[in-house]
């Protein structure tokens, strides 16, 4: 038999308590302790003998899968190419970023192959309706559940089993096993689990939807990131019309990928050019902008750089804001300004902006902030022809950067005609034909005397 005890447990982080308190002592969260019963089973006098054994993995036969895409490209570069059969991904985001009409769309794309199940705890059928004919995607293989309880859902999908399955969201599934509330630890575990156990038992894939707290991570214990082959984050924000889909884990392909994507009317709609979309709107002979070239993945991005430096008013403490951009990177970058080239910027406020709201975090991107600062504080603009790559050492030397071929070559495919680049990367450019002029460096003040002197 087994027996029956308490236990308190707090929702935000999973710790454990022996009794209840208002503060959990791993998190320092409020009022996220919470009641659950747990068994214990007791121990088994004999163990019975395994079935699994060891073997060397010469000796594994490699199982071959076939990937089926889902019909949008960005989708499937960041998954490595496609779904892979009995997978399960997590896909998180803010509310309203587009979550939910991103995977309505591959759902309908998919599901020109086979049975698509798309199962919502948080809308009913008709609102599954209502946003479907609003992105054009009704399909009679898109088969809709709205239903919370767990084992229902298991047994909708061994009664007519699809090709894919969609779960919007695993904090508003629950167990009717557990007696804790649904999104609570407890249950978020346990469904997860059963969802993975189904997933590789029946070689179906399962994509997950999952809630963001307010420091901006995954709702839930931090196993649910574990015990899933992927988690991919939707990043972009309500002002902006863009959205990036980036992998932060991918048992079946590289993170380094990032899918963009431009929400309208009618959804989201694949860029195929980011480089272009993000420096469209860029301005001419404007002090502190600068383009900067950064790689996601295998994929170079030209992306704006802007800084704003002006006087601290009444002489209070200067402030420093970086939108897009690592902050501790921005102040060493002031730092060695400040000591090595003497550009006296510390009495001064400083905001910094990578244009578009995309994230910047790379070391390639120092050089492009030291030239836009310099740009700003001595208001001289930069050749708008010019494109900036190179890292900032704490001495002021520039450091090479991988793929500066890459860089430099979508750099001329948008029609810049100027390239400053360490002075190491030179050596890799000497043989290729590229229709850019190069100016390299080997110091940062060198490429502040080629720039804004």
Known sequence: MAKARVQYRCQECGYELAKWAGRCPSCQNWNSIVEEPVSVLQKKEQRSP?????????QVEREAFARYETGIGELDR???GGIVPASLILVGGDPGVGKSTLLMQAAC?????GKVLYVSGEESKEQLRLRAERL???SENLLVLAENELENIIAQI???PPLLVIMDSIQTIYSSQLSSAPGSVGQVRECTAQL????????????LVGHITKAGGLAGPK?????VDAVLYFEGSMEESYRVLRAVKNRFGSTDEIGVFAMGTEGLSEVENPSEFFLAQRPKNAAGSVVVATMEGSRPLLVEVQALVGPTAFGGIPRRQASGLDHNRVSTILAVLERRVGLHIGAHDVYMNAVGGLRLGEPAVDLGIAVALASSFKNRPVSSGLIVIGEVGLTGEVRAV???ERRVAEAARLGFGKCLLPHHNLRSLTKRNLEVELLPVKTAQEALALTVA
């Open 223 to 227: 196993v649910l990131e574990h015990m």
């Open 402 to 404: 991988r793929d500066i």
């Open 196 to 207: 993975l156990y189904l997933a590789k038992g029946r070689q179906l894939p399962i994509i």
């Open 50 to 58: 395994s079935s699994a054994r060891a073997v060397p993995i010469t």
């Open 136 to 138: 054009g995607t009704l």
């Open 109 to 113: 794309q998919v599901s020109g192959k």
């Open 158 to 160: 061994e009664e007519e």
């Open 78 to 80: 960041v998954l490595g």
